[in-house]
């Protein structure tokens, strides 16, 4: 077995392309960015930040509704 599986698929991991960009984005099933969770804590939605937590409740729900898992 290989040493390193992801070397083996053809896939090499720098340590410098995981620790470039840590946010957590939300898509919509037509691409659209809903909501970023940022690694320094910042919350966006639609692109702005959030301001309270009602529009990251709200930005929550359109991407759940969007993907199909609510109504």
Do not use: P
């Not at 070397?7 to 898509?27: R, V």
């Not at 702005?48 to 898992?69: C, I, P, Q």
Request: proline fraction near 0%.
């Amino acid at each position: 077995m290989a040493e390193n599986e992801n070397e083996e698929a053809g896939m090499e991991i720098n340590d410098d392309e995981i620790t470039e960009d840590t946010d957590i984005i939300f898509y919509s099933n037509d691409a659209e960015e809903i909501l970023r969770l940022c690694d320094n804590g910042d919350i966006h939605v639609h692109g702005h930040l959030a301001e309270n937590d009602k529009d990251v409740v709200d930005g929550l729900r359109e991407f759940l509704k969007r993907s199909g898992y609510i109504g």
